[in-house]
């Protein structure tokens, strides 16, 4: 059985609206209160109230520090260097690194944040490490972003699938002075996330909500089968016009590991190969599970290609226009096929290289099949200037390591 979360953006997404719904959820205070309090036992309080919005009972959560909530205009919004005040990003990494928290709330605490920072860096042009959080919202993210981490790890999930998210319009002021909706560390977040504009006049999704979307969701779309068990709502404190002001949890439970899908072929017989690949790239980037080619040979013994590809039925049309796009065959033929998936799950771990997430895919009556993730082990290879091979064969044993002190290893 697969346990599966859907993180619905009804009215967008922020961390405290996180925090409440959450809460409203069943996770208890304690959970998102424990990896906080490891790190600073004082100068904050977490207060989880019982309220409605357009008749919709929650939770609104409110984060305070030093006695005053946190300031909206600093929520989530870190800034560069030059400003010269604030805590950097640097800092908070090894703040977490040296902390006595649980391995899974630190690795994926530590995701959240370099999210954050690359995407400030990428904006303000500085290096993350040199980018740096308010005073108190750095306070305030900290709360949000670890209360966040320990109560999605504490509902032991195998499955994040996040809704499209709403993005307002408009302009907000923050430390820089006026910025556009969404704020551009926000825009720079959702890239690779479907988003839907509202028209709406305010800012919908902060930076901190972003980022918590882009690390703990594992795809987004539309709500996945499965069997509702619990639901939660997180309350903000905004007022729009056409929904209410909250983010709504979903868990549930899907037994069907069997997809019905469609198989795409079509036999190439006068392209120049090279075109091969930028068109399983489009396919890939379409939503294709897999493409592959298969050398064959046609009528007269004409050597040719046998282009096939893997997908939903739902993708047929925009597949068969990519197809066309990019290749010069005159037809496609397509038929329906079930495929039977091993139940698995994608984890991150901070390894000495750097974060990695891998797959762990069940093996009746065995050990668990495991692999990294193929496109981090490339960037951290170009990180550290090492043959990809090299860090796949180091992650790899650190991972099985992490997995075994787990005692999720036989």
């Known amino acids: 059985m697969k346990r599966i979360l859907y993180v619905d953006c009804i009215g967008g997404a922020s961390g405290d609206m996180w925090l409440g719904a959450l809460s409203h959820l069943g996770v208890p205070k304690e959970v998102l209160e424990k990896p906080i309090n490891a790190i600073k036992s004082e100068g904050w309080r977490l207060d989880l109230a019982s309220a409605s919005i357009n008749g919709i009972h929650g939770t609104r959560a409110s984060v305070h520090v030093d006695g005053e909530s946190a300031h909206p205009a600093s929520h989530g919004h870190p800034h560069g260097a030059k400003e010269g005040h604030g805590v950097s ?18 690795s994926l605490a530590l995701r959240v944040f370099e999210t954050l920072a690359k995407a400030e860096g990428t904006i303000h042009g500085v290096a993350p490490e040199k980018v740096h959080f308010h005073e108190v919202g750095a306070l305030d993210a900290l709360v949000d972003i670890l209360g966040t981490c320990a109560g999605i790890i504490y509902l032991q999930l195998d499955e994040v699938v996040a809704s499209p998210i709403p993005t307002g319009s408009g302009r907000i002021q923050c430390a820089h002075g006026w910025i556009p909706i969404p704020a551009p560390a926000t825009a720079e977040i959702l890239k690779g996330l479907q988003t839907i504009g509202t028209g709406l006049q305010g800012e919908m999704v902060t930076p901190t909500g972003a980022a918590l979307i882009k690390a703990i969701a594992t795809t987004s779309g539309t709500t996945p089968l499965m069997t509702t068990s619990s639901v939660g709502y997180g309350l ?14 979903l868990v549930g439970e899907s037994q ?18 090279e075109w091969f690949t930028p068109l399983t790239e489009s396919l890939f ?18 050597l040719a290609t046998l282009l096939s590809v893997l997908a939903p039925q739902s993708l047929r049309h925009e597949l068969t226009k990519q197809i066309f796009r990019g290749s010069t065959t005159l037809g496609i033929r397509a038929y329906p096929v079930d495929r039977d998936i091993r139940e698995r799950k994608i984890m991150t771990h901070e ?21 990294a993730e193929f496109d981090d082990c490339v960037a951290l290879s170009k990180e550290h200037n090492l043959p990809v091979r090299t860090v796949n064969e180091q992650v790899m044993q650190e991972i099985r390591h992490y997995l075994g002190s787990k005692g999720e290893l036989l």
């Open 89 to 106: 990003y640097e800092s908070i990494r090894n703040l977490l690194t040296e902390s006595p928290l649980d391995s899974e709330v630190q």
């Open 236 to 249: 903000g404190k905004k007022e729009w016009p056409d929904r209410p002001n909250a983010l709504r949890l």
């Open 256 to 273: 069907d590991v069997r997809e019905e899908l469609i198989v795409m072929e079509t036999n190439i017989d006068d392209m120049n190969p």
């Open 285 to 302: 980037n379409a939503g294709a599970l897999d493409v592959w080619c298969t050398p064959i040979q046609m009528k007269k013994g004409r």
């Open 351 to 371: 390894t000495s290289l750097g974060t990695c997430r891998f797959k762990i895919a069940e093996t009746p009556g065995g050990t668990p099949l495991i692999s």
